[in-house]
């Protein structure tokens, strides 16, 4: 609906141009917003004020004459009015919001689907956690996240791919071999020293009973028997890794080994091309590429003096990879502490001749877990951590989902378990779960009680008159404008507050049944209640397609 205004207001501004009431001036930027007060209207805007600086005239005098201007104005306001400083208040008429709920039903799940993204190649990538250890509870808001924006975005017509990248070719994993092999070693000889930056927890024990089934590491040489138990043991942790993503409804069109960067040369390419573009230097015996002539604070190493590569060397190549596969678009979700590793990556890319808006990057920060009113702190079978499967299987998929989509990625989130336990209003799974569920039962009893409803809704809909049937047509209104803002500011967050606020309106427009029977959906007036119906049945697929896009369950009874 906003769009549809803003075509109005442009098209009545580009009449008033070449009449000559106002003079040809460029478009500025203004807003076309929701009043706080809805005694103002439906919408408002400042467009009077934002023109006036060019114009050198008076806001509400430009009002006025776009007012007086405005473009089927008959057919769709039913009052404008020009207020405080030259903000132009527009309330609309019953049926232009009938229109809405009529799209509503007739696209169904497909209502807000849209092409914005125009078959743009998008990569995603996200969790990417080294396999040496399960996936903790960060990971797990990385992944709700992550998977939440590729259904988004492919809903506003991008062409996306996901992507976790695999740290397959560091150190960790040969550590994660000394720690599995310590830990079998300790079997017989608990007096074994085990590796000072060693892998702790319950699992390494776990890996190293699992590894001496598939190789007999007593007939190894001590090193040949830390390969295998690194070998094996990465397979069985990146096993376990997507087996607890495939459970989180998290799946991946690729999972990119970093030791492929190594193993296919790409790596070399790389430097190579900085090579020749002039933009690597040695010294101190290292190798060194020019970053700072493209925003970096500083230059960086990209092999050292012993002749190992960076992680920067690696990540530099994989970025470029993902590039030459033809990608326009690159999304990275890392961890806060990665925050001083974007201008670095940006100016690498930026050597090579990329744009720095290629490569966008979501910050995603700690979650800290709550349980009877005290932090959880610790896994026995992690160690230092709580695993995402361990909190899974506390409150459920869509629990621990609709939860790590709770807040702005950038934000630190508290995660109550207690609460999202609760089957009450406190709790924002529950709530939004509920109103689906509650569409469903109004259904039923309608069914009972022989409504059926038609096809197509006909005339019924000038029937919903009411301030709350309005309200709840008005924030369908929203729901496509609102995934094409999230496609453009990477903020899958502002879903899960959308849907909050649309089950509680819900909630409320029920609950006025009980209290006044002839606001009851279903009721003695049949056509009155075929109307309320086709609002709920709208209702019904608003919150079913809002928590599809979530990846969460909409429950039929609850």
Not at 486 to 501: G, N, V
Request: net charge neutral.
């Amino acid at each position: 609906m906003k769009k549809k205004l803003r075509h109005i207001l442009e098209s009545t501004l580009s009449t008033c141009f070449e009449q000559r009431l106002l003079a040809d001036v460029p478009l500025p930027d203004y807003v076309i917003e929701i009043p706080k007060n809805a005694n103002h209207g439906h919408f408002a805007t400042n467009l009077p004020m934002a023109l006036s600086g060019a114009l050198k005239r008076n806001p509400r005098e430009i009002a006025t004459i776009l007012v007086e201007q405005l473009q089927g104005r008959n057919d769709i306001f039913a009052n404008i009015d020009i207020a405080g400083p030259g903000f132009i208040n527009f309330l609309l008429k019953p049926d232009q919001w009938h229109q809405v709920l009529r799209e509503v039903l007739t696209r169904g799940r497909d209502y807000g689907r849209n092409d914005w993204g125009s078959n743009e190649k998008v990569l995603v990538e996200f969790v990417s956690a080294n396999p040496t250890g399960p996936l903790h509870i960060g990971h797990g808001r990385g992944a709700a996240l992550g998977n939440t924006l590729c259904r988004v975005l492919s809903f506003c017509g991008y062409n996306v791919s996901s992507e976790f990248y695999i740290n397959d070719a560091g150190q960790q994993i040969r550590m994660l071999g000394e720690s599995i092999y310590s830990r079998w070693r300790q079997r017989e000889d608990p007096a074994y020293p085990f590796p000072e930056s060693g892998y702790q927890g319950d699992y390494i024990a776990e890996l190293a009973k699992a590894v001496s089934k598939q190789a007999d590491l007593s007939a190894m040489q001590k090193d040949e028997a830390i390969s295998a138990c690194a070998r094996i043991g990465e397979e069985i942790m990146l096993r376990e890794i997507k087996d607890d993503l495939e459970r989180f409804r998290v799946p991946f069109d690729t999972w990119f080994s970093e030791r492929k960067l190594h193993e296919e040369g790409i790596i070399d390419k790389t430097l190579n091309e900085f090579k020749e573009g002039g933009h690597l230097f040695n010294e101190e015996g290292a190798l060194w590429i020019k970053t700072t002539p493209f925003g970096d604070d500083k230059d960086r190493v990209l092999r050292k003096s012993d002749g190992q590569l960076t992680y920067f060397a690696s990540d530099i190549s994989y970025h470029l990879d993902k590039k030459k596969r033809g990608f326009s678009w690159a999304i990275n979700l890392w961890g806060a502490d990665h925050h001083g590793y974007i201008p670095r990556m940006k100016a690498a890319l930026k050597a090579n001749g990329i744009s720095e808006n290629w490569l966008s990057v979501m910050l995603i920060q700690l979650v800290k877990l709550w349980k009877g009113g005290k932090e959880m702190k610790m896994s026995k079978r992690a160690g230092s951590y709580v695993t995402l499967k361990e909190l899974i299987g506390e409150v459920g998929v869509d629990a621990a989902r609709f939860v790590f989509l709770t807040k702005h990625h950038d934000s630190p989130l508290d995660f109550d378990i207690d609460l999202v336990k609760k089957q009450d209003s406190d709790n924002p799974v529950y709530y939004v779960q509920y109103g689906h569920a509650r569409t469903c039962s109004i259904f039923r009893k309608a069914a009972e009680e022989g409504f059926r409803l038609p096809p197509r809704p006909g005339a019924f809909l000038k029937l919903l008159t009411l301030d709350e049937e309005i309200s709840l047509m008005r924030m369908m209104a929203e729901f496509p404008g609102l995934l094409e803002e999230i496609s453009k500011s990477l903020e899958p967050h502002r879903l899960t507050y959308f849907l909050t606020d649309f089950a509680g309106a819900f909630h409320r427009y029920f609950n006025l049944g009980t209290k006044f029977p002839e606001h009851r959906i279903v009721s003695g007036n049949r056509d009155l209640s075929l109307a309320r119906l086709f609002l709920v049945q709208g209702v019904q697929q608003i919150i079913a397609t809002g928590l599809g896009l979530m990846g969460v369950n909409s429950p039929e009874r609850m």
